[in-house]
T-cell receptor
Protein backbone atom coordinates (compact mmCIF):
# COMPACT_ATOMS: atom_id res chain seq x y z
CA UNK A 1 0.00 0.00 0.00
CA UNK A 2 1.17 3.50 -0.73
CA UNK A 3 2.11 5.55 2.31
CA UNK A 4 4.48 8.21 3.59
CA UNK A 5 6.60 8.32 6.73
CA UNK A 6 7.79 11.57 8.20
CA UNK A 7 10.94 11.31 10.29
CA UNK A 8 10.80 13.49 13.36
CA UNK A 9 7.58 14.75 14.88
CA UNK A 10 9.32 17.97 16.00
CA UNK A 11 12.15 19.91 14.39
CA UNK A 12 13.71 23.03 15.90
CA UNK A 13 15.94 25.43 13.96
CA UNK A 14 17.31 28.89 14.53
CA UNK A 15 16.13 31.79 12.42
CA UNK A 16 18.26 31.93 9.29
CA UNK A 17 19.30 28.28 9.49
CA UNK A 18 18.57 25.56 6.97
CA UNK A 19 15.23 23.80 7.27
CA UNK A 20 15.17 20.09 6.44
CA UNK A 21 12.00 18.05 6.95
CA UNK A 22 12.19 14.41 5.99
CA UNK A 23 9.65 12.30 4.16
CA UNK A 24 10.00 8.78 2.79
CA UNK A 25 7.37 7.11 0.69
CA UNK A 26 6.33 3.57 -0.03
CA UNK A 27 4.81 2.95 -3.43
CA UNK A 28 4.75 0.23 -6.04
CA UNK A 29 4.01 2.72 -8.79
CA UNK A 30 5.43 6.16 -9.57
CA UNK A 31 3.98 8.30 -6.79
CA UNK A 32 2.45 11.72 -6.79
CA UNK A 33 3.84 13.48 -3.71
CA UNK A 34 2.87 16.63 -1.89
CA UNK A 35 3.85 18.86 1.00
CA UNK A 36 1.17 20.78 2.86
CA UNK A 37 1.55 23.30 5.68
CA UNK A 38 -0.84 23.96 8.55
CA UNK A 39 -0.62 27.15 10.59
CA UNK A 40 -2.26 27.19 14.03
CA UNK A 41 -6.04 26.99 13.94
CA UNK A 42 -6.12 26.86 10.16
CA UNK A 43 -6.65 24.30 7.46
CA UNK A 44 -3.86 22.85 5.36
CA UNK A 45 -2.52 24.60 2.30
CA UNK A 46 -0.39 23.27 -0.51
CA UNK A 47 3.31 24.10 -0.45
CA UNK A 48 4.42 22.10 -3.47
CA UNK A 49 3.82 18.90 -5.39
CA UNK A 50 5.66 16.40 -7.54
CA UNK A 51 3.77 14.59 -10.29
CA UNK A 52 6.09 14.05 -13.25
CA UNK A 53 9.04 15.78 -14.85
CA UNK A 54 11.67 17.72 -12.95
CA UNK A 55 12.59 16.06 -9.70
CA UNK A 56 13.42 19.32 -7.94
CA UNK A 57 10.18 21.07 -7.19
CA UNK A 58 9.89 24.65 -6.01
CA UNK A 59 6.99 25.81 -3.93
CA UNK A 60 5.72 28.84 -2.12
CA UNK A 61 7.56 30.78 0.59
CA UNK A 62 11.00 29.65 -0.62
CA UNK A 63 10.49 25.95 0.03
CA UNK A 64 11.59 23.21 -2.32
CA UNK A 65 11.68 19.43 -2.36
CA UNK A 66 13.55 16.84 -4.36
CA UNK A 67 12.08 13.55 -5.48
CA UNK A 68 14.73 10.84 -5.17
CA UNK A 69 13.50 7.52 -6.46
CA UNK A 70 16.65 5.66 -5.42
CA UNK A 71 16.14 6.76 -1.83
CA UNK A 72 12.30 6.76 -1.92
CA UNK A 73 12.46 10.22 -0.41
CA UNK A 74 10.82 13.59 -0.86
CA UNK A 75 12.50 15.82 1.72
CA UNK A 76 11.44 19.45 2.14
CA UNK A 77 14.08 22.16 2.45
CA UNK A 78 14.40 25.90 2.82
CA UNK A 79 17.81 27.58 2.88
CA UNK A 80 16.99 30.14 5.57
CA UNK A 81 14.25 29.75 8.17
CA UNK A 82 11.99 32.64 9.06
CA UNK A 83 9.90 33.00 12.18
CA UNK A 84 6.78 32.86 10.03
CA UNK A 85 7.71 29.31 8.93
CA UNK A 86 6.73 27.95 12.34
CA UNK A 87 3.88 25.54 11.57
CA UNK A 88 3.12 21.87 11.09
CA UNK A 89 4.17 20.30 7.80
CA UNK A 90 2.58 17.25 6.22
CA UNK A 91 3.91 15.04 3.49
CA UNK A 92 1.25 13.25 1.44
CA UNK A 93 0.93 10.70 -1.36
CA UNK A 94 -1.91 10.29 -3.80
CA UNK A 95 -3.59 6.90 -3.58
CA UNK A 96 -6.48 6.17 -5.95
CA UNK A 97 -7.54 9.78 -6.20
CA UNK A 98 -7.27 10.57 -2.50
CA UNK A 99 -4.46 11.97 -0.42
CA UNK A 100 -2.92 9.96 2.40
CA UNK A 101 -1.04 12.17 4.84
CA UNK A 102 1.94 11.49 7.03
CA UNK A 103 1.87 12.10 10.77
CA UNK A 104 3.20 15.64 10.42
CA UNK A 105 6.31 17.47 11.61
CA UNK A 106 6.04 20.53 13.82
CA UNK A 107 8.67 23.10 12.90
CA UNK A 108 9.81 25.48 15.61
CA UNK A 109 11.91 28.49 14.67
CA UNK A 110 14.03 30.06 17.42
CA UNK A 111 15.02 33.70 17.36
CA UNK B 1 -12.99 34.24 -4.22
CA UNK B 2 -14.27 32.60 -1.06
CA UNK B 3 -12.52 29.46 0.07
CA UNK B 4 -14.03 26.36 1.61
CA UNK B 5 -16.41 27.44 4.35
CA UNK B 6 -17.13 25.27 7.37
CA UNK B 7 -19.52 25.73 10.23
CA UNK B 8 -19.58 25.73 13.14
CA UNK B 9 -15.94 26.54 13.91
CA UNK B 10 -16.34 25.21 17.43
CA UNK B 11 -18.90 22.83 18.88
CA UNK B 12 -19.13 21.58 22.44
CA UNK B 13 -21.76 18.97 23.10
CA UNK B 14 -22.59 16.21 25.52
CA UNK B 15 -22.27 12.54 24.87
CA UNK B 16 -25.30 11.13 23.11
CA UNK B 17 -26.24 14.34 21.32
CA UNK B 18 -26.46 14.66 17.55
CA UNK B 19 -23.80 16.78 15.85
CA UNK B 20 -24.02 18.20 12.35
CA UNK B 21 -21.04 19.78 10.65
CA UNK B 22 -21.48 21.76 7.46
CA UNK B 23 -19.33 22.54 4.48
CA UNK B 24 -19.60 24.78 1.45
CA UNK B 25 -16.94 23.86 -1.14
CA UNK B 26 -15.35 26.24 -3.60
CA UNK B 27 -17.68 26.94 -6.50
CA UNK B 28 -16.86 24.78 -9.51
CA UNK B 29 -15.01 22.12 -7.59
CA UNK B 30 -16.25 18.60 -8.27
CA UNK B 31 -14.57 16.71 -5.42
CA UNK B 32 -15.31 17.10 -1.72
CA UNK B 33 -13.45 15.39 1.11
CA UNK B 34 -14.07 15.07 4.85
CA UNK B 35 -11.01 14.55 7.05
CA UNK B 36 -10.66 14.13 10.81
CA UNK B 37 -7.56 15.28 12.70
CA UNK B 38 -6.57 14.05 16.16
CA UNK B 39 -3.30 13.98 18.05
CA UNK B 40 -3.34 10.20 18.22
CA UNK B 41 -4.33 9.32 14.66
CA UNK B 42 -3.30 12.37 12.64
CA UNK B 43 -5.28 13.20 9.51
CA UNK B 44 -7.73 10.53 8.46
CA UNK B 45 -9.89 10.60 5.35
CA UNK B 46 -13.46 9.78 6.29
CA UNK B 47 -15.30 10.01 2.98
CA UNK B 48 -15.14 11.74 -0.36
CA UNK B 49 -17.64 12.72 -3.03
CA UNK B 50 -17.35 13.28 -6.76
CA UNK B 51 -20.12 15.30 -8.40
CA UNK B 52 -22.18 14.91 -5.20
CA UNK B 53 -21.94 11.10 -5.24
CA UNK B 54 -20.12 9.31 -2.39
CA UNK B 55 -17.18 7.44 -3.88
CA UNK B 56 -15.27 6.05 -0.92
CA UNK B 57 -16.59 5.94 2.63
CA UNK B 58 -14.19 3.30 3.89
CA UNK B 59 -12.79 5.74 6.44
CA UNK B 60 -16.08 6.38 8.20
CA UNK B 61 -15.50 4.95 11.66
CA UNK B 62 -18.89 3.39 12.27
CA UNK B 63 -22.59 3.68 11.62
CA UNK B 64 -22.88 6.64 13.95
CA UNK B 65 -21.24 8.71 11.21
CA UNK B 66 -23.03 9.72 8.03
CA UNK B 67 -22.32 12.24 5.30
CA UNK B 68 -24.45 13.73 2.57
CA UNK B 69 -23.98 16.06 -0.34
CA UNK B 70 -27.43 17.08 -1.58
CA UNK B 71 -26.01 19.53 -4.12
CA UNK B 72 -22.73 20.86 -5.46
CA UNK B 73 -22.52 23.65 -2.90
CA UNK B 74 -23.29 21.92 0.37
CA UNK B 75 -22.29 18.88 2.39
CA UNK B 76 -22.94 17.69 5.94
CA UNK B 77 -21.21 15.28 8.26
CA UNK B 78 -23.46 13.97 11.00
CA UNK B 79 -22.60 12.07 14.16
CA UNK B 80 -25.45 10.47 16.02
CA UNK B 81 -25.08 9.69 18.88
CA UNK B 82 -21.81 11.45 19.63
CA UNK B 83 -19.18 10.00 21.98
CA UNK B 84 -16.16 11.57 23.71
CA UNK B 85 -13.79 9.71 21.37
CA UNK B 86 -15.29 11.69 18.46
CA UNK B 87 -13.62 14.83 19.79
CA UNK B 88 -11.39 16.08 16.98
CA UNK B 89 -11.02 18.75 14.34
CA UNK B 90 -13.03 17.91 11.25
CA UNK B 91 -11.86 19.37 7.95
CA UNK B 92 -13.69 19.69 4.71
CA UNK B 93 -11.65 20.08 1.53
CA UNK B 94 -12.52 20.45 -2.13
CA UNK B 95 -10.70 20.14 -5.43
CA UNK B 96 -11.25 20.43 -9.14
CA UNK B 97 -10.48 17.35 -11.16
CA UNK B 98 -8.17 14.49 -10.34
CA UNK B 99 -6.72 15.12 -6.92
CA UNK B 100 -3.67 13.07 -7.71
CA UNK B 101 -2.17 15.91 -9.67
CA UNK B 102 -4.20 18.77 -8.35
CA UNK B 103 -4.59 20.64 -5.12
CA UNK B 104 -6.86 20.19 -2.15
CA UNK B 105 -8.29 23.38 -0.68
CA UNK B 106 -9.09 23.02 3.00
CA UNK B 107 -11.55 24.85 5.18
CA UNK B 108 -10.50 26.14 8.59
CA UNK B 109 -12.02 23.15 10.34
CA UNK B 110 -14.71 22.47 12.92
CA UNK B 111 -13.35 21.70 16.36
CA UNK B 112 -15.68 19.24 18.10
CA UNK B 113 -15.57 18.53 21.81
CA UNK B 114 -17.85 15.83 23.17
CA UNK B 115 -18.11 15.84 26.96
Amino acid sequence: AQSVTQLGSHVSVSEGALVLLRCNYSSSVPPYLFWYVQYPNQGLQLLLKYTTGATLVKGINGFEAEFKKSETSFHLTKPSAHMSDAAEYFCAVSVRNKLVFGAGTILRVKS
Amino acid sequence: DAGVIQSPRHEVTEMGQEVTLRCKPISGHDYLFWYRQTMMRGLELLIYFNNNVPIDDSGMPEDRFSAKMPNASFSTLKIQPSEPRDSAVYFCASSFGFVGTGELFFGEGSRLTVL
